[in-house]
């Protein structure tokens, strides 16, 4: 029997002997034989169509229908049910919602072709809520007609759509001729092949409940996304982030999972959510990428969202479409989103903030911007600023207000109120508790008025500390050590101590842009070991009172240091006094030594009691120069004009930032990113030169240089990073691209107080290289996979370096050196908590030929190292008191631990094993304690 069966919204190319059409223009049940043309439920046979018209009201697949087309043995299996084409079309609207159930799928199996919408005039829509929708033998097609429009919605837990089938590599094409859109919020979507996404169409993923979005990843095709200009990849991101669309080389043979955005690609982009900073995958590619413009669409705010590529090098690895969006989460009035929340709670939209922000809601007369600025309560009446009373006393007139601590106030006067003439005769004046009192003086006028407003915090503010004091544990636990001239740490078996500082915040609004702790140690007392700063989480603790049995509880690190006599040490509290300052109040800090290296581990500070050396205190920096480097923008002339103004931030943007000569940093510059593998500083292929380079020359000084928070990546090759001995000198390579290089040109230590914080240095000659340089740190960052075939390089290497700490860092993988190597003149470096594994030559390689002494190595892992060169996991040699505690040394090429020629060294807490030549290899001299020593 010849069955028809008309519906209103899926369409296509009818090739099997026996359509189906669906009749009821009003919608209704897929199970009711009455709804079809033929008075027959379609069969595996049939090709299915859906014509729209007036009625528009959708046909219904669901559970009923399932149980009616097993019960009537329509089901291909239990779990199966087949059609052959199915079309939703005409020139009215249709619309088919699939919903029958987890584990069931419906199949389509002819050839030709699938329509959503393929007419002028056809409105077709496909919901699937759950189950599978398994289209094969052709591609499906949404609105490709001018005038059509179609729309396939995967809105369910346990939805999936399939587009098993492809037609010249394309699976599914979207608004190639009408406006087109495939739309998914929960559920799968997989292709067989590629997606083309029409000058008309729109591909939209809505937040992270999507379990998969595979271009390609069904059978056994290749994948690739084609967007044409004007097509739109739209994505909502919600609290959980966003699901990336996967576009698949399925065998991995180098060949497809190709992306190809057409100058004038829309990208839209927003949140489903309240809005956060952050970064977001929004697409990722097996094969290469064509980027011809892919631009953002109209609406998006391309002065809070970026496109970020990373890591597009053709190199058949898994590439990334990133966008990233920062804002300073504020009002149009300037207040904070975070401040707003401490007294209004639900608010979750820019328009629910704006509003909050520009009412009174405790009635006081000023709105929650004014409060916000003048550092009131917003929610209560009697917190206001408000002058409280103008009392005549002789000649004068004592103005009182209401103020809060530390704010900066001005006052301007006037002999009447006709003229407007008003001159300032105060400013700076610190709010106290409660309310602030100013003298005016009026001579013998006859009447004056007076006026206070709030000043702007200055761009230097100096804090001495309130407070300081050391605890000493044991026998003096219950004892007092606050009223005294120094104040000091040591950790040890016999005794610990701990200083503590507290500072008084002013009560701002304003985010400072740095933040330091300055203390200093004393001319003598002090001996050569880490010290590190953590935040104290209760602040009423008192210099006359604090003991080691009453201490307040601490939190995490905040930043470390090596110690030595007569030296100004400089902690960065920034983040932690951010956020100190939303409450205002007091900020106290703890000092430790975090590491037990025996007796002579003591540090001695002057503290605010001192005679002759500078108290401690807390300097906060506003207004501070800074400059905001977009890809493509110039790095250098940002770096330049900070360096006029004497000093501020270089801050880049998220993206590849390319060069093709040395970058200059000069003294009291930061240069950070948004993080590493966000911000990629990238030297062009072609160049020969270090990445970021130094000043300093003959007697120049650079002191106060930061860098944080980026990627340093020298591209060099592959084929020339394996050390080859028998290869030309380094320029006939690329031989000098040095990821960071500081060198002081052997006129000695010209670089001072420098961090490199949180940065990944990798595919350079050298990662980093210091020569010269006192008080340096850095910490919590990666320099991997440097090295040159030409010498030995390493990831990073120091000469002539003074009170330098290594922390938490990864000094792995170096192609043709050691992961840390130290040379000639270096005293009193630190290498704490990293991993220099699977290195050429060495993991740590400390080597004191012309001088030097007092290294440590505390925590640290060097495994597999030297494997090819016979080479031992740390190497000492000629180091005059060395300490090695904690760590761990196995399975290199050479020995585990090797020392020679150096005295006075300490091994404690080791453990060696698997090592091709013995575990530990050690001078007589050399105390040892509870190391271990494996196979």
């Not at 007036?54 to 097993?70: E, F, N």
């Not at 998914?184 to 997606?195: E, M, N, T, W």
């Not at 004046?429 to 200055?458: D, R, W």
């Not at 091709?916 to 494996?934: E, K, V």
Request: with cysteine.
């Amino acid at each position: 029997m010849k069955v028809k069966l008309t519906f209103m919204a899926l369409v296509g190319l009818v090739t099997a002997a026996y359509p189906a059409d669906y009749t009821n223009a009003l919608g209704g049940d897929w199970e009711v034989p009455e709804n079809w043309d033929s008075g027959a439920v379609p069969a595996s046979t049939n090709a299915v169509t859906i014509a729209g018209s007036a009625g528009g009201q959708a046909v219904v697949m669901d559970a009923d229908s399932w149980t009616y087309l097993i019960n009537n043995s329509l089901t291909h299996s239990a779990t199966e049910y087949r059609t052959l084409t199915v079309l939703l079309a005409g020139t009215g609207t249709a619309s088919l919602e699939v919903d029958i159930g987890a584990g069931n799928r419906w199949k389509a199996t002819s050839g030709g072709g699938y329509y959503v919408g393929n007419a002028s005039g056809s409105d077709g829509t496909l919901n699937i809520l759950s189950g599978s929708c398994v289209f094969e033998a052709g591609i499906m097609k949404i609105a490709q007609s001018l005038g059509s429009t179609g729309r396939i919605n995967i809105a369910g837990a346990d939805a999936s759509y399939i587009a098993a089938r492809e037609s010249g590599g394309t699976s599914l094409s979207v608004g190639t001729g009408g406006n087109g859109t495939l739309y998914i919020s929960d559920g799968i979507f997989q292709s067989r092949a590629g997606v083309e996404v029409g000058s008309f169409g729109m591909f939209e993923v809505f937040g992270s409940a999507v379990d998969e979005i595979g271009i390609g990843s069904y059978s056994s095709l290749d994948g690739n996304w084609q967007q044409d200009s004007g097509g739109t990849l739209k994505v909502g991101i919600d609290a959980g982030g966003i699901t990336p669309i996967f576009v698949d080389d399925k065998d991995d043979d180098g060949t497809g999972g190709d992306v190809v955005f057409e100058s004038g690609a829309l990208l839209d982009v927003g949140f489903q959510s309240l809005e956060e900073n952050g970064a977001w995958n929004i697409m990722q590619w097996e094969g290469n990428l064509s980027n011809n413009g892919l631009i953002f669409a109209p609406g998006v705010d391309t002065n809070a969202w970026s496109i970020n590529w990373v890591d597009t090098d053709s190199t058949n690895g898994v590439d990334t479409l990133q966008v990233i969006y920062y804002s300073p989460m504020m009002t149009t009035n300037g207040t904070s989103y975070e401040w707003l929340d401490t007294y209004y709670t639900g608010l979750t939209s820019v328009a629910e903030y704006q509003a909050v922000d520009d009412s009174d809601t405790d009635g006081d007369g000023q709105l929650a911007w004014q409060e916000y600025v003048a550092g009131t309560v917003p929610t209560n009446a009697v917190s206001v600023f408000a002058l409280k009373s103008l009392q005549a006393v002789s000649n004068d007139l004592v103005a009182t207000w209401f103020s809060v601590p530390h704010k900066r106030y001005g006052v301007t006067q006037s002999t009447n109120l006709v003229s407007n003439d008003w001159n300032q005769t105060a400013s700076n004046i610190v709010g106290q508790l409660a309310e602030t009192s100013h003298v005016l003086n009026i001579g013998a006028e006859e009447a004056g008025f007076a006026s206070v407003f709030i000043e702007p915090m200055p761009d230097l503010l100096e804090l001495e500390a309130v407070a300081d004091a050391y605890i000493w544990d044991g026998f003096n636990a219950d004892a007092n050590f606050g009223n005294v001239a120094e104040i000091k740490t040591i950790n040890s078996a016999y005794n610990q101590m701990e200083l503590l500082l507290k500072f008084t915040l002013p009560s701002t609004t304003e985010i400072p842009d740095s933040a330091y702790i300055w203390i200093i140690t004393t001319a003598d007392g002090t001996d050569p070991v880490q010290n590190a700063a953590y935040l104290v989480e209760d602040n009423s603790w008192t210099e006359n009172g604090v003991t080691w049995n009453t201490k307040p509880v601490t939190g995490a690190e905040i930043d470390a240091w090596v110690t030595t006599n007569s030296q100004a040490i400089k902690i960065d509290v920034l983040d932690e006094v951010t956020e100190a300052l939303k409450t205002g109040g007091s900020f106290s800090v703890a000092v430790k030594s975090p590491h037990n290296i025996g007796l002579d581990g003591m540090s001695t500070y002057a503290s605010r009691e001192h005679s002759t050396i500078a108290a401690p205190k807390l300097e906060l920096k506003f207004n501070q120069p800074t400059v905001t480097v977009q890809p493509g923008e110039s790095i250098q002339s940002a770096l330049d004009t900070i360096h006029a103004q004497s000093g501020g931030h270089v801050v880049l943007a998220a993206g590849d930032h390319y060069v093709s000569d040395s970058l200059v940093i000069y003294s009291g510059t930061t240069l950070r990113g948004q993080g590493a593998g966000l911000s990629r500083i990238r030297m062009d292929v072609e160049s020969n030169v270090p990445v970021l380079l130094g000043p300093s020359q003959g007697s120049l000084m650079t002191s106060d240089v930061t860098i944080k928070d980026l990627t340093v990546d020298g591209q060099q090759p592959a084929d020339q990073q394996t050390l080859d001995a028998t290869e030309n000198p380094r320029n006939t390579v690329r031989g000098n691209v040095y990821g960071i290089l500081f060198s002081d040109q052997g006129a000695g230590n010209n670089t001072e107080r420098m961090r490199i914080e949180n940065v990944e240095v990798t595919r350079c000659t050298m990662g980093i290289h210091v020569k010269g340089v006192n008080d340096l740190r850095i910490q919590n960052g990666d320099s991997h996979a440097n090295g040159c075939l030409i010498g030995f390089d390493h990831n990073l290497y120091f000469r002539r370096a003074e009170n330098t700490l290594v922390k938490n860092m990864n000094l792995s993988e170096s192609t043709a050196g050691n992961g840390f190597n130290l040379s000639t003149d270096c005293y009193n470096v630190i290498l704490d908590n990293c991993d220099a594994s699977d290195n050429h030559f060495r993991g740590i390689r400390f080597e004191a030929n012309d001088g030097g002494e007092r290294m440590m190595i505390i925590n640290c892992i060097t495994s597999r190292n030297g494997l090819t060169e016979n080479q031992p996991g740390v190497r000492v040699a000629n180091v005059p008191d060395f300490t090695i505690i904690g760590s761990t040394s196995d399975g290199n090429g050479g020995y585990g631990f090797y020392c020679v020629n150096s005295d006075d060294g300490l091994l404690r807490d080791n453990s060696a094993s698997g090592n091709a030549d013995s575990n530990y290899y050690l001078p007589g001299s050399t105390y040892q304690q509870s190391n271990n020593s494996g196979w």
